[in-house]
């Protein structure tokens, strides 16, 4: 087994023609995992339809490869983060349409799809790292146990499934606490630039709305722009697919949403198929950024992660 990880900290979608995509397409995988999108919602240009392109386009050129691609769509990042209503909300808003155009492009390109907002381990403290966004080790097992699931019902994944247990110890409170204070600060303030006005803008917006009863019409909004980059990314001609002799993919976990068309789905709800949860989410764990994917491709060669 070879595995490459292409992850960068941070990444956006816009990120991955500009290096990660070419890069992974050189290798050749069998197996590429992409999950990226949850960046953009905490960012002032958030633009869905630039977002649904660029997913459109990684996958296009992962799968005319012949690689397998693992998927997951992912939790709100309010909600993990803890806050308050008025500045969460949008972000689930966000967080919802990127979801949406993930499961439409995971049947268009058959991926191997783990429906991680969905997931009952997603309100599991020891689940998540110190930054409340990204996984802990356990976290990131719980996952690879998911993908080698689906991964092993068409003979992808030969051998056992990673243990659920961490082989490491917990980081200690005191490197929880340098973190915060070295790159979880540094972090918090580019977000006060690039980000919180943006919010604080959406914010009083949704205040407003909400005075006069009408935040049903944001969600509208949110839905008829996800729907229009849909169309548009849908209508593009899709890419033919390189003849590896391997399965084909197309597997899902048992809580992926449906959809009547394997090409345009129903967006007349799109948000219908994603469960409220509750706001407030803890955490007492560091992540182990890739490993992860190493226990979930113990028995496929050429897994190549490319995240953000």
């Excluded at 689930?92 to 439409?104: F, I, L, P, Q, T």
């Amino acid at each position: 087994m070879e595995l490459h990880n292409l992850a960068v900290s941070g990444a956006l979608t816009g990120d991955l023609p500009l290096g990660q995509l070419a890069a992974a397409c050189d290798l050749g995988p069998q197996l590429a995992a992409l999950v990226v999108g949850a960046n953009d919602t905490l960012r002032a240009g958030y633009d869905i339809r630039t977002i649904t392109v660029n997913l459109d386009a990684a996958l296009a050129a992962l799968t005319a490869q012949g690689a397998t691609v693992l998927t997951a769509c992912l939790p709100d990042p309010g909600r993990m983060l803890g806050l308050p209503g008025p500045l969460a909300r949008p972000l689930a808003r966000r967080m919802r349409s990127v979801n949406e155009v993930v499961h439409a492009l995971d049947r268009r390109y058959g991926t191997v799809h783990v429906h991680i907002a969905g997931s009952e381990w997603v309100d599991d403290p020891r689940m998540w790292s110190v930054d409340r966004l990204h996984p802990s080790e356990r976290g990131h097992r719980a996952l690879a146990r998911q993908f080698h699931q689906l991964l092993r019902a068409d003979g992808t994944a030969l051998g056992p499934p990673p243990g659920a247990e961490p082989q490491g110890p917990p980081p200690t409170r005191g490197a929880q606490t340098r973190w915060m204070a070295t790159k979880g600060t540094a972090w918090v303030v580019d977000r006060c630039t690039d980000l919180l006005p943006e919010l604080l803008r959406l914010a009083l917006t949704e205040a407003g709305h909400r005075r006069r009863g009408e935040t049903a019409e944001l969600d509208r909004r949110a839905a008829a722009d996800t729907a229009a980059a849909l169309r548009a990314a849908l209508e593009r001609p899709r890419p033919g697919r390189r003849d590896t002799g391997r399965p084909g993919p197309g597997r899902y976990g048992s809580d992926r949403p449906g959809g009547p068309s394997p090409d345009l789905p129903d967006l007349a709800d799109p948000w219908a198929a994603q469960p409220a949860r509750p706001a407030a989410v803890t955490t007492n764990r560091a992540g182990v950024p890739g490993r992860a994917w190493a226990a979930a491709a113990r028995s496929a060669a050429g897994t190549t992660p490319t995240t953000g």
